[in-house]
């Protein structure tokens, strides 16, 4: 099992960015896929964007261009640079390896509230 602690949220308005952080245990993180969840109220847990071990790169249409994924293996890190930020970002984001859909290989952090709000 993989644990992560995920930082870096916080109250924006729409436009302003954010960038999270992800730190991960375990001394092989490099070989993992990493991805970025988020749950808003009453929906689904989504996989916004994924990083792989060999550094390719998936988003969901609804942040494409707007989110970047990067990470820093010399860290245990991945980070989630949000610009552009829209009030249906609003949800809790989560890091987890990922399963296929909406799972993750590991239990899930208490991950990072970020709100879009005028």
């Known amino acids: 099992q993989v644990q992560f602690v995920e930082s870096g949220g916080g109250l924006v308005q729409p436009g302003g960015s954010l960038r999270l952080s992800c730190v991960a245990s375990g001394r092989i993180f490099s070989f993992y896929d990493i991805g970025w969840y988020r749950q808003a109220p009453g929906k689904e847990r989504e996989l916004v964007a994924r990083?792989?071990?060999?550094?390719?790169?998936k988003y969901v249409d609804s942040v494409k261009g707007r989110f970047t994924i990067s990470r820093d293996n010399a860290k245990n890190t991945v980070y989630l640079q949000m610009n552009s930020l829209k009030p249906e970002d609003t949800a809790v984001y989560y890091c987890n390896r990922p399963q296929g859909g909406s799972r993750g290989y590991d239990a899930w952090g208490q991950g990072t509230q970020v709100t879009v709000s005028s």
């Open positions: 990083i792989g071990s060999d550094g390719i790169l």
